[in-house]
């Protein structure tokens, strides 16, 4: 007999979310500093633009293929990572890019079914892969897909020049520029696809918002809008 079988339930749950405890223990014994930041991690805005971008990329993608995606600025991966591990079942690898050591290790507790296919590499995006840097790993893990849910926070996207690969690109931003960290944001999805160089687009969608998850009060019922893409630039 099964030890602890799972329920149909489970089974079919996208995310894992009973195999957080360890994590979220994790983070109020080790960093809970970063409570209010995982909490913000986790509105339901977060969830609504991450799990539409994935949905999309499946119907513009092949799921059955064996696939590698890369992630700029994967934060805590625990939204991300089950999605594409939903939709893409045949996945090869996910290269998990971001600069803060605290989130690789959390996405790797919060991901623990899925770390035989995750490579976590601490890397500044804008530093690091940008402007015809990223030659360095594309050699080693050519991507198929790459996403970055967060262009708010980086440089142009239009500045990943890839040498030898013509991956999709889906791609996010807002036009929140309230936030100090959002240091390029987009009003419109042209203005968006020019910042990207997406030249050959698939799909695009602006999302009216209201941010109302601050019980602070001093920014609640804010209006702004998320801006996707999906594409390539070749």
Known sequence: MELNPETYSQKNQIFPVWEW?????YITHSFPWRYRDFALANTERQYRHKCNLIENLSLCADPDKGMTFWILGSWYGHIIIPLIAHYFPKIKNIIAFDFDDEVHELCWLFN??????IIREKCDVNFDLLFGKSGWFEDEYPPDIIINTACEHMYYMKHLELKHTNPILGFQTNN???????????NTLEEFKTQSGINKVFYKKLNPYARNYNNYGDRNNEKYNTLSLIGCQK
């Open 21 to 25: 405890s360890h994590a979220l223990e």
């Open 112 to 117: 623990k079914r899925l770390n035989d296919k």
């Open 176 to 186: 929140y520029d309230l936030e100090d960290a959002h240091v390029n944001c987009c």
